[in-house]
């Protein structure tokens, strides 16, 4: 193996670092969008920030498991 080689690839401890900041900005983006519908759209049961929480932490999830993935294929 060349040692210019090792240079190149991208280090996955930072890849790992970022996963978690990724998580974060996603799950309060679709919360934030979830209390403006609430607010925009009364309702008793605020219903529009648990659906779009859960569907943050989906889509975190989703990315989590692709990044991973990827990580693991370059190998």
């Known amino acids: ?3 210019n080689n090792k240079k190149k690839q ?4 930072l ?3 970022n996963i978690p900041i ?3 900005i996603i799950i309060f983006l679709f919360s ?3 209390k403006w519908l609430d607010e925009r759209f009364p309702n008793t ?3 529009y920030i648990k ?3 859960l ?11 692709r990044q991973v993935n990827q990580l693991n294929k370059n190998d």
């Open 51 to 53: 659906i779009s929480v």
């Open 15 to 17: 890849a790992l670092i």
């Open 22 to 24: 990724q998580m974060g």
């Open 1 to 3: 193996m060349n040692p």
């Open 45 to 47: 049961s605020n219903i």
């Open 55 to 65: 569907l943050g932490v989906g889509l975190a999830l989703y990315n989590v498991i």
């Open 10 to 13: 991208p280090n996955k401890w």
């Open 32 to 34: 934030f969008f979830g």
